[in-house]
């Protein structure tokens, strides 16, 4: 009895923890390394659908304009409806309403350039992590401030599933928070339904091979006398 208690609590770990994953989140896969060090090109990243209007500033985002092109793209807002970036003070760093931000998960030795733009109501300004190898809203200026509308975002971006070796989950910025206002969005439940997911396989797993086990020991300790 015990034995069919623990195989179906782990299935319902398993099951939910993945049903959970499937039903919040898409994969996608990244082709380019403008978003290094935090995600790097091949990765497979997995993105809590959005429509845009949850997002802020430091949020890696999935999102598609026309205007840039037809391919998926991932970067990371910087600026929301409202907001005046200035780049940069004397410390090479982004000014959002005034406020220097300092970006620690940016790749070393980058230049984001000099711009200055007001951000319109119902679109944001998005660049990528890789500031020296990244076409983002800096190339794009000239086309409603470099700006892309909320509704062009398909999700907000919180762990890497592939390549083994960097699963995991994609830890919130809290750079942009004394800025106020429309910040990074706090995780969601990827992390939490991953490892109830694994915690299930595991349980089912173990307790699969508890009775096979039980019953060699047995026939070993019979054969023994």
Not at 91 to 118: I, P, W
Request: charged share 20%; hydrophobic share 45%; net charge positive.
């Amino acid at each position: 009895m015990l034995q069919g208690v623990a195989i179906a609590l782990g299935l319902v770990l398993l099951v939910g923890g993945f049903a959970l994953i499937a039903v919040d989140y898409r994969p996608y896969n990244v082709p380019t390394d403008s978003m290094e060090p935090t995600v790097q090109p091949g990765d497979t990243v997995l993105a809590r659908k959005s429509n845009g209007t949850d997002v802020g500033r430091g949020d890696v985002v999935v999102f598609k304009d026309s205007t840039w092109g037809s391919a998926l793209l991932v970067k990371r807002v910087v600026g929301v409806g409202g907001d005046t970036l200035v780049c940069c003070d004397a410390q090479h760093r982004l000014t959002v309403n005034g406020v220097a931000v300092d970006e620690s998960y940016l790749a070393k030795g980058g230049d984001s350039g000099k711009f200055s733009v007001k951000v319109p109501q119902g679109r944001i300004f998005l660049m990528g992590d890789n500031r020296l190898g990244s076409l983002d809203s800096r190339v794009h200026l000239d086309q409603a401030s470099g700006t892309v509308p909320v509704g062009d975002v398909l999700g907000r971006v919180e762990g890497t599933a592939w390549p083994f070796g960097r699963m995991g989950g994609i830890a919130r910025t809290s750079a942009f928070d004394p800025v106020g206002g429309a910040v990074a969005a706090e995780p969601g439940p990827l992390v939490p339904a991953s490892w109830a997911a694994v915690a299930g396989a595991a349980l089912v797993l173990v307790t699969a091979a508890v009775s096979p086990v039980a019953g060699f020991l047995r026939r070993l300790r019979r054969g023994g006398r």
